[in-house]
T-cell receptor, first 114, second 114 residues
Framework: AQSVTQLGSHVSVSEGALVLLRCNYSSSVPPYLFWYVQYPNQGLQLLLKYTTGATLVKGINGFEAEFKKSETSFHLTKPSAHMSDAAEYFCAVSDRGATNKLIFGTGTLLAVQP | SQTIHQWPATLVQPVGSPLSLECTVEGTSNPNLYWYRQAAGRGLQLLFYSVGIGQISSEVPQNLSASRPQDRQFILSSKKLLLSDSGFYLC?????????????FGSGTRLTVV
């Protein structure tokens, strides 16, 4: 069975600083991994995904993530935080079955300080 | 292009009252459909998913039920709401079959049971 662990329910960075949000997964099959962002009282928006191929994936809003099989990790990074990045971020793994169910982590709330 | 509609955006209901939340998808056929609930600090919990009309799978035992009367319509219901049913409810869809695309989410319904 697949699972996701997000370390740090709250992360605070200064504007212009590096953003690092951590995600570790467990999967019995090669994983499909996703990062979603949620702004207050809104739905989830896909930031980026890894399925196969290049292990460094780039997404929207300057975010990227690297799939590291040896570490079972898929950490999300952004070189320079903007105030508009303040949101909740969710890592997810697909069950890779016909239902395409996503198993989510508990989320990380990112605060950006001026 | 595909769009997903979810309503209402907010809802305040008394304990013991019924509930009906509706979700519709446009621009695609035979999607997988999902209902998630988001409670504070608990991430996203998959409540129900459906792979076709009348086919509903429940992920967790609860006071809620789901129905899919039409291909692109997914309804979340309750006969008698509990305080613990409060939360942010999200509908989502994905393409049928094994997919690398992830899920697309609606804008959510904030339900407060008083």
């Amino acid at each position: 069975a697949q699972s996701v662990t997000q370390l740090g329910s709250h992360v605070s960075v200064s504007e212009g600083a590096l953003v690092l949000l951590r995600c570790n997964y467990s999967s019995s099959v090669p994983p499909y991994l996703f990062w979603y962002v949620q702004y207050p009282n809104q739905g989830l928006q896909l930031l980026l995904k890894y399925t196969t191929g290049a292990t460094l994936v780039k997404g929207i809003n300057g975010f990227e993530a690297e799939f590291k099989k040896s570490e079972t990790s898929f950490h999300l990074t952004k070189p320079s935080a903007h105030m508009s990045d303040a949101a909740e971020y969710f890592c997810a793994v697909s069950d890779r079955g016909a239902t395409n169910k996503l198993i989510f982590g508990t989320g990380t709330l990112l605060a950006v300080q001026p | 292009s595909q769009t997903i509609h979810q309503w209402p955006a907010t809802l305040v209901q008394p304990v013991g009252s019924p509930l009906s939340l509706e979700c519709t998808v446009e621009g695609t056929s035979n999607p997988n459909l999902y209902w998630y609930r988001q409670a504070a600090g608990r991430g996203l919990q998959l409540l129900f998913y459906s792979v076709g009309i009348g086919q509903i799978s429940s992920e967790v035992p609860q006071n809620l039920s789901a129905s899919r009367p039409q291909d692109r319509q997914f309804i979340l219901s309750s006969k008698k709401l509990l305080l613990s049913d409060s939360g942010f409810y999200l509908c989502a869809w994905s393409v049928i079959g094994i997919s690398t695309a992830g899920s697309t989410f609606g804008s959510g319904t904030r339900l407060t049971v008083v």
